[in-house]
């Protein structure tokens, strides 16, 4: 389980739910890197050659097609 202020490190794929996003204690800012997928494909993250998606308009992502908009989960609601 990820704990509030745990360290993350920077490639890795983390599972959880999320509750908050904390300032950052130098600057005052915060930022927040989140890839959603559907789940509906397999393989790695990164395809540097894909850039075909079927939930997202095509860009030059380098990730799996079935990479979607995450600008909703911020409305999810929090499952305990």
Do not use: W
Not at 59 to 64: L, V
């Amino acid at each position: 389980m990820i704990k509030f202020y745990s360290l993350l490190s920077k490639g890795r794929t983390y599972f959880c739910n999320l509750r908050a996003v904390i300032k950052n204690n130098i600057g005052g800012s915060a930022m927040l890197h989140l890839e959603v997928y559907k789940g509906t494909e397999t393989g790695p993250l990164t395809q540097r050659n894909n850039k075909e998606f079927d939930y997202v308009p095509n860009k030059n992502y380098q990730r799996r097609s079935d990479l979607i908009d995450p600008t909703g989960a911020k409305d999810l609601r929090v499952i305990n």
